[in-house]
């Protein structure tokens, strides 16, 4: 796939770059190159950036950034079980517990919430930082969630970065977590009041926490052009406004027929006036020839 020109590759993160120092030169270059890819699109183009992860893969499959950005990459496209095998690649080559809540999420997406708990319970989560710990337990939350164990997962959120008033990166996503849990098990005041938390916390907008609430309380939003739109007829012309022009056009039209009829009947009138004394003086002139 074409490599826009802006990308040089030196966009990657640093260690990422420092992983590719075991490369050729030229090869570590177009590495990165398919890895900033990867990063550019994964959002917005989660198929494309797939795309991209597979030819870095190709290229390098025993770097553990490959394999993460390949594990990610998948993940974005619902590839879960593609995504636990890359992920588990990674942290055999690494060693590091960061991808634990991930891992544990591709369980969950593979229908294995039961492991996804397992999981949430084992060593590795204590090894996690303060980031990597929350993740976890809104993967947990989840789990039960898909068990149908609305309560567990209202109870699992419960926890000090919940309850705390500082804004952290998670705190609008545990927020909202907790207030779409309230919702589900029928407790929709608290769940408001949750909702309009995560909105205070959610500063660019990761959770759609405001539409959410904007819905609770029973807002709705029109779009204006369907309005227009149904005013106008095919051709985008307002009928409503071209039949009022009719109806103005047409006793004009009339009245200016009437008077042309009126001008052309003046005009005989005019006609047989000027005609009748001259007939009558040829009449006396043809009189006075015989006498």
Known sequence: MPIPEDVTGDEIDKDVRQEL????KGLAEDVSKNLVMVARLIDEDPEG???????????????????EAAGFAAYANQKYSEALAEFRAARRMTGSVDLWPVMADCE????????????????????????GQVEMRLVAAGARRDM?????????????????????PWTARLRYAYADALLAAGRE???????AKAVESDKDGSTDASDRLAEMDG?????????????????????????EIDDEVEPQAEASAADEVDVDDEDDDIEDDEDEPLAEAAVEAKDDDKD
């Open 21 to 24: 120092l075991s490369l050729p």
């Open 49 to 67: 950036a797939y795309a991209y992860s597979k030819i870095a893969l190709r290229l390098a499959s025993r770097v553990a950034a490959v394999r």
């Open 108 to 131: 969950r997406g593979l229908g294995r919430p039961e492991k996804a708990l397992e999981m949430a319970g084992a060593p590795e989560v204590h090894k996690l930082d303060k980031a």
């Open 148 to 168: 149908d164990q609305l309560d567990a997962a209202i109870v699992t959120l419960q926890s000090p970065e919940l309850a705390s008033n500082t804004v952290q």
């Open 189 to 195: 005041d608290e769940a408001r009041e949750w909702f």
């Open 219 to 243: 807002v709705e939003f029109v779009d204006a052009f369907v309005e227009d739109e149904d005013d106008e007829d095919d051709t985008g012309v307002d009928t409503d406004a071209d039949s």
